[in-house]
T-cell receptor
Framework: IAGITQAPTSQILAAGRRMTLRCTQDMRHNAMYWYRQDLGLGLRLIHYSNTAGTTGKGEVPDGYSVSRANTDDFPLTLASAVPSQTSVYFC?????????????FGSGTRLTVV | RKEVEQDPGPFNVPEGATVAFNCTYSNSASQSFFWYRQDCRKEPKLLMSVYSSGNEDGRFTAQLNRASQYISLLIRDSKLSDSATYLCVVTPQKGGSNYKLTFGKGTLLTVNP
């Protein structure tokens, strides 16, 4: 692993199903984030974690939950998927208090909820 | 006013052209500013940071005007490989979490042969 790995790369999911998007980093970054990207709306922060054991809500947290049991992993769970959660999901990490420096993104998960 | 606003584009320019992107931000206490580049169906990647004194990296020049809350990116001598979406990015003020980036919606640039 080099950088951030997201899985799966893409997924078609039936509405009402539970789904966990995986994110793992090997850079020992303390902060991790989940964004969703939608056409016309740009990247929006779902949840974040400043350090292992802590999480916080971003701009669009409803319908999503996260956990940060260790430094490397930051899974995003959709408890009961709805079609409006169809999006591209990006996980990111950083190790600087300034955020933008050393901010690394995963390659994304394309999720379609039908 | 949205937190970060960019020219919606799209911009279509010929190779060799100079193109400028503009961005405004609403929070006067914002601390750090960046331009990211995102290729089609790929993740965003840091292009350059933006300083009040200006920042130049080859054909790319970024400027910050704190008084006007305005950020710009200038690309000179455009190449086909510059075709991408350019994202204006801002970090919040100190006191909150400094880690969270706020992204503009992006401006699509297509450089034509």
């Amino acid at each position: 692993i080099a950088g951030i790995t997201q899985a799966p790369t893409s997924q078609i999911l039936a509405a009402g199903r539970r789904m966990t998007l995986r994110c793992t980093q090997d850079m020992r970054h303390n902060a991790m984030y989940w964004y969703r990207q939608d056409l016309g709306l740009g990247l929006r922060l779902i949840h974040y974690s400043n350090t292992a054991g802590t999480t916080g809500k971003g701009e669009v947290p409803d319908g999503y939950s996260v956990s940060r049991a260790n430094t490397d992993d930051f899974p995003l769970t959709l408890a009961s998927a709805v079609p409006s959660q169809t999006s591209v999901y990006f996980c990111a990490s950083s190790d600087s208090a300034a955020g933008g420096y050393g901010y690394t993104f995963g390659s994304g998960t394309r999720l379609t909820v039908v | 006013r949205k937190e970060v606003e960019q020219d919606p584009g799209p911009f279509n320019v010929p190779e060799g052209a100079t193109v400028a992107f503009n961005c405004t931000y609403s929070n006067s206490a914002s601390q750090s500013f960046f331009w990211y580049r995102q290729d089609c169906r790929k993740e965003p990647k840091l292009l350059m940071s933006v300083y009040s004194s200006g920042n130049e990296d080859g054909r790319f020049t970024a400027q910050l005007n704190r008084a006007s809350q305005y950020i710009s990116l200038l690309i000179r001598d455009s190449k086909l490989s510059d075709s991408a979406t350019y994202l204006c990015v801002v970090t919040p003020q100190k006191g909150g979490s400094n880690y969270k980036l706020t992204f503009g919606k992006g401006t699509l640039l297509t450089v034509n042969p």
